[in-house]
């Protein structure tokens, strides 16, 4: 395959949703996804990606399909909301209500969570339909901190995540949320989080599809079970490890 000539970005399951669309088995067509980058290796991924990229940028203006809603500021990433507009929030009207199964519920503002300990994290992102993006530092509180300051009760096992969106959802098991590799981030590429991107606070979840990482968060609620997710209604997998699940278990990761 030529990395600068993509084949039709369809062929590669850009749009979320498209499965429900057409009717297919979400596994098999991200599988399909898969190939071409997993065949290629991690040396070449970043030079398919800008070729895709390029392929999806000169394509926007003619192309109806919703396949190119990238980020003006490029970088790799596509920018993803299922709802339609999002309010802006900012250190005077940002809000992270911690409730459910805890003994002290609390109420985060944005200066509260920044002078918390800061963690940073750089990982590859991988969006469940193929995109990558190698080597992004995303930075700051661990959920496990928040989770401890809480106080989780006996008989709990999840935790839910909204969004002030006011549509996504995520959920993990209390075991996975507790991971040192799970945050609630502040900064990605050592800026400020910004609206796009989920800012001013976005979950982080490193070892699982990038799907898990609710952005605009709200709210953390900790419950009994897991309750699927917005994606997770519509098809995907509930413990989405990179590689290790909807369909993709023979990708390398990293
Ligand atoms: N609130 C919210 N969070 C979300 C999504 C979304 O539509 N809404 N999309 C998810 C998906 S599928 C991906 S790949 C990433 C995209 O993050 P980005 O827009 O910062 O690239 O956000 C995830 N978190
Ligand atoms: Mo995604």
Request: aromatic share 8%; proline share 6%.
């Amino acid at each position: 395959m030529n990395p600068e000539q993509p084949e039709a970005p369809e062929a590669r399951g850009e749009d979320h949703g498209a499965e429900q669309k057409q009717g297919k088995p979400v596994g098999r067509r991200v599988f399909l996804g898969t190939l071409g980058l997993g065949a290629l290796g991690v040396v070449t991924a970043p030079t398919l990606q800008r070729g895709l990229e390029s392929f999806l940028a000169s394509a926007s203006d003619k192309d109806p399909t919703g396949l190119t809603d990238l980020l003006p500021n490029g970088g790799g990433f596509r920018y993803y909301s299922v709802a339609s507009s999002v309010p802006r929030k900012n250190a005077t009207t940002y809000r992270l209500k911690v409730d459910g199964l805890v003994d002290h519920p609390r109420t985060y503002t944005l200066a509260e969570l920044r002078a918390l300990p800061q963690n940073r994290l750089v990982r590859d992102v991988q969006c469940v339909t193929g995109w990558r993006v190698p080597g992004t530092p995303f930075e700051g509180v661990r959920l496990s901190r928040l989770l401890d300051a809480a106080g989780v009760r006996q008989g709990a096992g999840a935790v839910r995540f909204t969004c002030f969106d006011g549509t996504y959802t995520e959920s993990l098991t209390l075991d996975q949320a507790r991971r040192a590799d799970v945050l609630v981030a502040l900064r990605m590429q050592d800026k400020a989080l910004s609206h796009a991107h989920g800012g001013p606070a976005r979950l982080y979840v490193a070892p699982m599809y990038f799907y898990k990482s609710a952005k605009w968060l709200s709210g953390i609620t900790v419950t009994e079970d897991v309750k699927p997710g917005y994606w997770e209604e519509r098809g995907y997998d509930v413990d989405a490890w990179v590689g290790r699940s909807n369909g993709r278990d023979d990708e390398p990761t990293s």
